[in-house]
């Protein structure tokens, strides 16, 4: 083993110890990471809200024993390869050993550590854009075909991750049509390698057709929901917080591409990033769709910093880029992650707000930022219908029904009782249980619709009750109610069916 591996692998232990230290042991999984890895037990080529990639790495946790550490443990390791292909990107790049550390600590001591925390496609979808770029790299300095296969890989498997990749592709054709890396498009193996790319979605694209694409749907409810409250201010704030701590490195990446000489194939990678953010700030996209931008322009810096610099000069500017991603990153631990107690937080909540942390989607403060009370109170909400499923004698004609896909999925995650809770939220709404009859329910409502449960519901069945609440303040599901009824007296499976239809049809 030589220097340099042995350097990139302390970097990957590091990241890793760091990813599972991030995480207060007060806090459960995140509402997405449960409708996430209920996915992996209804395999399909597609979603409502994602494509299928994400529901094979479920399918592999349940395999694993479907425990939080292999919840923890993938994005984590989509987080270790970014920084791998970083490394590798620095080295296809010519640049030594301490541009190899320079940007692997930018990468390190970055918003990865956050992205990384939770199991959302987000964190596999940053490690494709940066194998799609590190390939694209190697292709200009060659020109060799298998590169764009590879890219071609690449993209796709981005893709069936997350649709966002397809910001990528929008923001290089035109930088690639205004720089000398337009010839490109004569090379007839990029349209074999899009061919490659189309052949290995095409599966996923299928779906979305046979199901009247209701990815187009889930982008009209996420714009009416939560893209209405961001501001194009606020989406290039974000990027300047999101890479605080290594800005002077991608900066000097955006410079290098310019004026050194050895990166002037790579000039479309300048126009790239300018393309890519008009996009994102036309369309009003939250802000860490962008986070997959940068990386790549960390290498480029890096590599441009350690080789520019008389050599009087370069020890100190080298040793000010290091320092100022390892410096920053402190007060960013003590503020951007869940490794503090909600008690803690609420006790320090000026620090928290002044970062602009407790800002929810509704455009409004609260007591906790939107991640972190979305990781409380999914256990005790799930502890309590079992308990109050228990409580049923006929449990196997008992539907649990939610309000929303991380009340249903926190159920099935933790439920001792083999409880598969539904809603007609998300993906759940395909994967109702409708082959035998139901006599009771157990409705789980949000707080802002329990109070009129009893009276809309209660006719339907012999006996009817409200039942024990979340408790928990702090946690985004405060408030949320059981009711039970038992004996129905209409077929609900019918009304199941009924309302299923009602709802798919508003995807049409």
Known sequence: MNKKTAVLLVFVLVKFVLQYQLISPEYDLHRDE????????????????????????????????????????????????????????????????????????????????????????NSFDVLAWVTVYYCLIRYQQREQSRWLYLG????????????NVLFLAMGCVPALLVTRQRN???????????????????PNLLWQYHNHFPVIHHME????????????????????????????????????????????????????????????????????????????????????????FPAGRRKIVYAVALLVPVLLFIPLYQRAFPNQSPQYIVAHQEK???WGLLRWEDGKDHQLPQDFADMLGWRELAHKVDSVYSAISDTAATLVLCDNYGQAGAINFYSRKGIKAVTFNADYINWFQLDSPYRNLIRVKEYADKDDELATTSPYFQSSQKSVQVDNTLAREY??????????????????????????????
Not at 486 to 506: F, H, M, P, W, Y
């Open 34 to 121: 449960y409708l996430h890895l209920d996915q992996g037990s209804h395999l399909a080529w597609g979603y409502l809200s994602v494509p299928p990639l994400t529901s094979w790495i479920s399918y592999l946790i349940q395999l694993l024993g479907n425990t939080v550490f292999w919840v923890r443990f993938f994005p984590a390791l989509f987080g270790a390869l970014t920084l791998v292909m970083v490394w590798k990107s620095i080295t296809a790049l010519n640049g030594d050993l301490l541009a190899h550390i320079l940007g692997a600590t930018c990468i390190l001591f970055s918003v990865l550590l956050r992205l990384n925390t939770l199991y959302q496609p």
């Open 152 to 163: 071609a890989v690449a993209f796709a498997l981005g893709f069936l991750n997350k649709y």
């Open 184 to 202: 490109i498009f004569t090379r007839k193996a990029l349209y074999l390698a899009v061919m490659l790319a189309l052949l290995l979605v095409l």
């Open 221 to 308: 409810l996420l714009t009416r929901t939560q893209l209405v409250n961001a501001t194009r201010g606020d989406f290039l704030k974000s990027q300047l917080l999101f890479n605080i701590g290594s800005v002077h490195v991608i900066l000097a990446g955006l410079v290098a591409l310019l004026v050194h000489k050895p990166f002037q194939k790579h000039r479309s990678f300048f126009w790239s990033l300018l393309f890519t953010l008009a996009i994102f700030l036309y369309f009003r996209a939250k802000d860490y769709y962008a986070i997959g931008l940068y990386p790549i322009y960390i290498a480029f810096g890096a590599t441009y910093i350690t080789a520019v």
């Open 352 to 354: 928290y707000k002044n």
């Open 479 to 508: 408030g949320t109610t059981l009711f039970v009824f038992t004996g129905a007296n209409i077929d609900v499976r019918q009304r199941l069916i009924d309302e299923i239809k009602e709802v798919k049809s508003e995807w049409q």
